[in-house]
C-alpha cells in the first residue's frame, strides 16, 4: 500500500493552480465536445500545449463536426495545422477518423474505450482521454510521459511503459482521483518535475520522494 496518496494529491491540487490546464483538459471542460478532444489530443502528440491551443481552435473555427471535417481538403487542413509536428501524417488522420465517425458511427464519437482504439493513430493515452475529458468517465487513467515519469520518482510503481504505469496505478490509487489525476501530473511534470533537471527544491511533494531523497539529500552523497 502505498502511503501519503491523499497529502499528495492535496499538495498537488494547491500547487497546480498557478499553472495554466493543459490543452486538451481545457477543450474538454470548454467544449464538451468529444470529437474536439479527440482531434486535439491527436494534434498535441509530441507538439508543444502552445502551439496545440490555437492551432486546434482554428481548426474548430471552420471545421467543428466530423462532417465538415471529413468534407474539407487535405491541403486545406494542413495548411491550418502545419506549426503542429508531424502535420502532414496528421491531417491524413484526422481526415479519416472524421469520415470513420461519419459512415461507421452515425457521425458520433465512439464513447467505449475498445472502439475508440479502432482509430488509426489513436493508442491507449489518447482513447482514455477522450472518455475521461470527452465523456466525463472515471473509470480510466490518462498516462503521458509525465503521469508515467512522477510515480516512478515518487516510488509509487516501479514501470518500463506508461501501459505498464496505467495499470499499476489502477490497483493503488484510489478511485477519486482517476479524473483528476492526468491534470495533476502532467502539469507538474510540465513545470516542475521535468525529465531533465527537475526542480525538486521547488516542488511540494520532495520529501514523500524516492528521486528526491536519493539525489539531493545531503545524506544520500556521502
Not at 465538415?68 to 481526415?95: E, F, H, W
Not at 491507449?124 to 487513467?141: D, E, H, L, P, Q
Not at 478511485?175 to 502532467?186: P, R
Request: aromatic share 10%; with cysteine; proline share 7%.
Amino acid at each position: 500500500m502505498v502511503k501519503n496518496i491523499d497529502k499528495i494529491i492535496e499538495l498537488l491540487k494547491t500547487e497546480v493552480k498557478d499553472f495554466e490546464n493543459p490543452v486538451v483538459s481545457k477543450i474538454g471542460e470548454i467544449q464538451k465536445d468529444p470529437f474536439k478532444v479527440l482531434i486535439s489530443c491527436i494534434l498535441s502528440l509530441r507538439t508543444q500545449d502552445r502551439t496545440t491551443g490555437p492551432i486546434s481552435l482554428k481548426l474548430f473555427e471552420v471545421a467543428d463536426t466530423p462532417k465538415k471535417l471529413a468534407k474539407m481538403p487535405l491541403g486545406k487542413i494542413q495548411k491550418i495545422i502545419r506549426p503542429v509536428n508531424y502535420y502532414i501524417t496528421k491531417s491524413i488522420r484526422i481526415k479519416q477518423i472524421a469520415k470513420d465517425i461519419l459512415e461507421k458511427y452515425n457521425g458520433k464519437v465512439p464513447d467505449t474505450f475498445e472502439e475508440l482504439m479502432k482509430f488509426k493513430g489513436v493508442g491507449r493515452k489518447t482513447a482514455n482521454i477522450v472518455m475521461v475529458y470527452g465523456f466525463s468517465r472515471k473509470n480510466r487513467i490518462p498516462i503521458d510521459i509525465h503521469c508515467h515519469r512522477i510515480p516512478n520518482r515518487l516510488g509509487w510503481v516501479n514501470t518500463k511503459t506508461p501501459e505498464q504505469t496505467e495499470f499499476a496505478l489502477m490497483e493503488i490509487l484510489p478511485k477519486k482521483y482517476w479524473q483528476d489525476f492526468n491534470d495533476l501530473f502532467v502539469l507538474h511534470g510540465q513545470n516542475i518535475c521535468r525529465p531533465i533537471n527537475p526542480h525538486c527544491w521547488d516542488c511540494p511533494i520532495n520529501k514523500y520522494c524516492n528521486y528526491y531523497k536519493e539525489v539531493y539529500l545531503p545524506s544520500k552523497r556521502k
